[in-house]
């Protein structure tokens, strides 16, 4: 194997090259970090404009995190700082508990405070079956007789509250969690959801984008969902012939000019809605044939490689927008989609030749150094309330702490795809295991693996596939 | 130990003592407690305080218990000798005879106030004012009822008898009503901390019966909501279950949304009543401008106005000149916003499908290009506004090809188009080279001209020389090195190509490595 991350070796085992090329001399750190992480980027451009200001603000926050200069942090030998991981548990507990006032503007969305609190903590390690019975009874009450969950009771049923519902419970198992959905009226409101051009609602009167596209696949596949559509659905009507029909080409239509996907045609392309994007295909159909068949793969890789900046390390949601922690998950967890994409049965996806079993380690698209850097030094709150943020400006909360988290857990394990040859099997098996080579961080920083497609742990995606496998009906 | 003082040091003074305590009294339960000792046996306090009857003198157990003989019913079975006896010993110990019918008080049993303090600690004038705060609010109820009878008997055209006139509700029994409402939520308030919210003391939402909240116990991430969001939500689930659409339910999901712009389920319902009413499209716009101008981050603000439209639009679809005014004024809110934020992106796809809906895609008519170039010229690397232009260019139903997609070439598009827009990105990759946006665009533009990228090579090596040579390199943009080695791998020179995915990756971008030497590796197992 041809290992060309030259940067990556050179910085964990050739003190010498190192010694080079840090520049601890002018900064002074002592700790061996690569320029490229701790300096301006070779090429400035002299005019300013606002983007120019708010970026070069968003390098003055970052650098001094970055460069090992925070005395207010204990810094590894290779320039990062430990993960706080009883704070964050600590506070990811608290978003759970009971909300004082000031938290009324996410009454409509308290279904995401769970998922978020719920997935996280399990990313971490810790114990989420003592939520159980209280999640049971939130959701219960959450759940309209017409299908679906609403943010809350009384509230309209919607597709991202129903998500982060399904998943929460799927979080936590076990037969009481997935026995609170009622499925058959999940299958008659999602028919009633889908629209003559392939695409989901997120709700009755509501709007139409790929969020909802990725959605509803995750709802239907996860629970099983029969995907004939229900004969007083309008899309029925339409002359459309399931749940699935013509949701690849409404994906299609959103890749856009740049390469990457938008919320919705038209619109400008966007870190969450390419997870989304690809997420929805690698649930239609095997992801080697589905995402080649329907978008400009050569495109959506160099856009989603662009969103990765230095010295920052951390991923944009869009060009010329600055780094924010949570595109560590959605940009982030698109590049396992995306090496799968690029596999054939025959050999495992990757995209550095033939790989045995025993080196599974391959050359990333992106600098998973540079993101891993950002998380630890930028994305923690270091204060002793703890959680993740989107920059050190910014304060944490429960939705960063998620997918800052998610984003770490990618840059730690190497996901392979296990293709399946035949046509008619659209599952495809990931194999989700850590990366064996010498990483940056401590090793009992090293986070609990994730779900590639579904963003959960991947032994609870199993198992609640296999309790629904069994239920073919209501 | 029976104390010294009760040993014939009883006499009047002790008596006038205590009535003297009696006035001085401070709390509700001091003054009760004095009181019930003024109606108690003699020495009983003393026999209470001592542990016993056998702890007092024995003239004190005398006084005691000839207390019990002088009430009516003892007193009569008594031979006359012994009657004679007892008032002798009686009036001897010089001790008031009261009797009273009373308890011993105890100290919690007027309840707690809505602080939680104990009613028994109030001074003796403020629970006076109490009772007559009470007696207040039993008033103003009693009235409320007789206004609730009279706008029943109404309802059912009933008469009355005393008048001969049909009952008959005026506006100002409803004024009225609503100032004892007022009045009514004040004391009860003050008397109780029951808070009677704006609904629970309006007239006009009696006939709702609110749906409270009914959190189950434990409930996950549960929120203590204000008194106001959580009544005003308890008649929005009432009237919502109810499908009442109002001009009533209108205001109070202004109200919702003044408290939580983020509820999607009241912006949803509040279309649904704007359809039922037929509002005015022009108040509605109004008063949505001022929200979203309040919380530039909310986005169901962005959907509600999409909806508003698909429901008016025909009633001016068929008038040119209105549909103009109306895209002018409706940019004119849309840049508004863009001042706060340029890159808003729920407002970009509000823009997006304004263009669509209103066909804003000739500049001579709408000057949608024009403006956009303003916002280009403000800040280059707006790329919200380069994607917007992508779109207004090459989506224009005049020549695009319908459905046309964003990544292919569209023959339609007129070459002086694809013209004009490459000189465009050119002149502003010329402004800042360093900047991704219009280096985008270029190519996006070239791919739907079905051009080559080589076409805009000369335009590219300006930006890059000496490639390779590690004493005079220079690149000016990054970016103009990866359309370089695009075009290089175009036109079949590989090595060219394999030349500056190197140095991008070695210098110029190496954030990207991983990316460029992909590109690297592809190209040579495409040529293997």
Redesign the interface.
């Given at each position: 194997m041809a290992t060309?991350?030259?940067?990556t070796t050179d910085n964990l085992v050739d003190e010498e090259v190192v010694s080079q090329m840090a520049d601890y001399s002018t900064r002074g750190s002592r700790l061996p970090i690569d320029v490229?992480y701790t300096s301006e980027p070779?090429?400035?451009?002299p005019?300013v404009?606002?983007?120019?200001k708010a970026q070069d603000q968003t390098i003055d926050q970052c650098l001094p995190l970055l460069r090992a200069a925070d005395s207010n942090l204990e810094y590894n030998a290779n320039g990062v700082p430990r993960l706080h991981r009883e704070r964050h548990i600590k506070y990811l507990e608290t978003?759970?508990?009971?909300?004082?006032?000031a938290?009324?503007?996410?009454?409509?969305?308290?279904p995401w405070?769970?998922y978020w609190?719920l997935n996280a903590l399990s990313l971490l390690g810790a114990d989420v079956s003592k939520?159980r019975?209280?999640?049971i009874?939130?959701a219960?009450?959450m759940q309209n007789k017409t299908g679906g969950f609403?943010?809350?009771?009384?509230?309209?049923s919607?597709l991202a509250t129903t998500y982060a519902t399904v998943l929460s419970l799927v979080i936590v198992g076990g037969e009481s969690a997935y026995e609170v959905i009622d499925r058959r009226a999940m299958w008659k409101w999602l028919s009633s959801l889908k629209q003559p051009n392939g695409g989901f609602q997120m709700?009755?009167?509501?709007?139409v984008d790929v969020r909802g596209a990725y959605c509803a696949a995750v709802i239907i596949s996860l629970l099983n969902i029969p995907l004939s559509l229900s004969s007083d659905s309008p899309a029925s009507a339409a002359g459309l012939d399931d749940l699935y029909t013509g949701l690849a080409s409404y994906v299609?239509?959103c890749?856009?000019?740049?390469?990457g996907i938008s919320?919705?045609p038209?619109?400008?392309?966007?870190g969450a809605y390419a997870f989304c994007a690809l997420g929805c295909l690698s649930i239609l159909d095997a992801p080697h044939r589905i995402i080649p068949r329907t978008l400009?793969v050569p495109?959506l890789?160099?856009?989603l490689?662009?969103r990765?900046?230095?010295p920052e390390?951390g991923f944009s949601g869009?060009?010329?927008?600055l780094v924010d922690g949570c595109y560590s998950h959605w940009v982030g967890a698109c590049w396992p989609l995306i090496q799968a994409s690029l596999g054939t049965p025959s050999k495992p996806a990757q995209?550095?030749g033939p790989q045995s079993e025993s080196t599974p380690e391959f050359?990333?698209?992106?600098?998973r150094e540079?993101l891993i850097r950002y998380i630890m030094t930028c994305g923690q709150d270091h204060s002793s309330k703890g959680g993740m943020r989107d920059k050190p400006s910014h304060r944490s909360d429960a939705y960063h702490t998620c997918y800052v988290l998610s984003g770490l857990t990618s840059a730690q394990h190497v996901v392979s795809a296990v293709l399946a040859e035949d046509e008619y099997v659209a599952n495809t098996t990931w194999k989700v295991s850590p990366y064996s080579d010498p990483q940056l961080f401590d090793e009992q920083d090293r986070l609990n693996p994730t779900d590639p497609v579904y963003a959960i742990p991947q032994k609870k995606r199993e198992e609640v596939m296999t309790y629904f496998l069994s239920k073919p009906g209501f | 130990m029976p104390p010294k003082n009760n040993k014939g040091g009883v006499n009047a003074k002790g008596s006038s003592a205590k009535q003297e305590d009696l006035t001085k009294t401070q709390t509700v339960y001091e003054r009760a407690q004095a009181v019930y000792d003024l109606t108690r046996p003699p020495y009983d306090k003393e026999r209470e305080e001592l542990g016993g009857l056998h702890n007092l003198s024995t003239v004190e157990k005398t006084a005691y218990a000839n207390w019990f003989c002088t009430a009516p019913e003892e007193y009569s079975y008594l031979p006359k000798k012994a009657q004679k006896e007892l008032w002798k010993q009686v009036n001897e110990s010089n001790r008031p005879l009261r009797r009273g019918q009373i308890d011993k008080p105890r100290p919690d049993q007027w309840g707690r106030d809505k602080n939680g303090r104990n009613i028994g600690d109030y001074t003796v004038q403020q629970y006076e004012q109490r009772i007559e705060t009470q007696a207040q609010l039993t008033c103003v109820k009693a009235l409320g009822r007789s206004f609730a009878s009279k706008r029943l008997f109404a309802s059912k055209g009933l008469v009355d008898s005393s008048t001969g006139e049909k009952y008959t509700l005026t506006e100002e029994d409803i004024k009225a009503e609503k100032e004892r409402r007022k009045e009514m939520a004040a004391l009860t308030r003050a008397l109780y901390g029951v808070k009677m919210g704006p609904y629970s003391s309006d007239p006009e939402w009696d006939d709702v019966v609110p749906i409270p909240q009914m959190e189950p116990e434990g409930a996950l991430a549960a929120i203590a909501y204000p008194e106001d969001y959580d009544e005003a939500m308890s008649y929005l689930r009432a009237v919502m279950a109810a499908k009442e659409y109002s001009p009533r339910c209108l205001k109070l999901t202004e109200h919702v949304i003044s408290m939580n712009p983020a509820h999607y389920t009241v912006w949803l319902y509040r279309f649904a009543n704007i359809q039922h009413l037929d509002m005015p499209l022009l108040d509605e716009l109004e008063w949505l401008n001022e929200v979203a101008l309040d919380y530039l981050k909310n986005y169901q603000i962005w959907h509600h106005r999409q909806l508003l439209l698909d429901h008016y639009y025909p009633t001016i679809a068929d008038t040119p000149d209105e549909v103009k005014r109306f895209a002018r004024s409706e940019r004119a809110f849309v840049m508004q916003m863009f001042a706060e934020d340029a890159k808003n992106y729920h407002v970009w796809s509000y823009r997006q499908y304004l263009t669509r809906k209103l066909g804003m895609w000739e500049n001579e008519a709408h000057g949608e290009l024009d403006s956009l170039e303003g916002m280009i010229d403000d800040d280059v690397r707006n790329n919200s506004a380069w994607s917007h232009r992508f779109f207004l260019v090459f989506s224009n139903p005049r020549y695009a090809t319908p459905d046309s997609h964003a990544t292919e070439p569209d023959p339609q598009v007129p070459a002086d188009i694809i013209d004009r827009e490459v000189a465009y990105a050119q002149a502003k990759i010329a402004l800042a080279p360093q900047n991704q946006s219009p280096w985008n665009y270029l190519r996006g533009v070239l791919v739907k001209g079905g051009r080559k990228l080589g076409s805009v090579q000369v335009f590219v090596e300006q930006y890059v020389d000496n490639l390779g040579d590690a004493e005079k390199e220079q690149v000016r943009s990054s970016h103009a090195l990866e359309h370089l080695a695009d075009i290089y791998e175009e036109a079949g020179d590989k090595e060219k190509a394999d030349l500056c995915w190197k140095r991008l990756g070695e210098k110029w971008d190496r954030i990207r490595l991983g990316y460029w030497e992909w590109k690297r590796r592809s190209m040579k197992a495409a040529s293997s």
């Open positions: 060309t991350d030259n940067r490229l070779p090429i400035v451009d005019l404009t606002t983007t120019s978003t759970l508990g009971n909300l004082p006032a938290f009324v503007g996410a009454d409509a969305s308290r405070c769970m609190a939520f019975e209280n999640l009874a939130t219960a009450h609403g943010g809350g009771f009384g509230q309209t919607h709700s009755l009167g509501g709007e299609q239509r890749q856009t000019f740049e390469g919320a919705k038209d619109a400008e392309a966007h400009n495109r890789i160099s856009w490689s662009s990765q900046y230095a390390g869009r060009t010329n927008k995209n550095s050359v990333s698209f992106y600098d540079g | -």
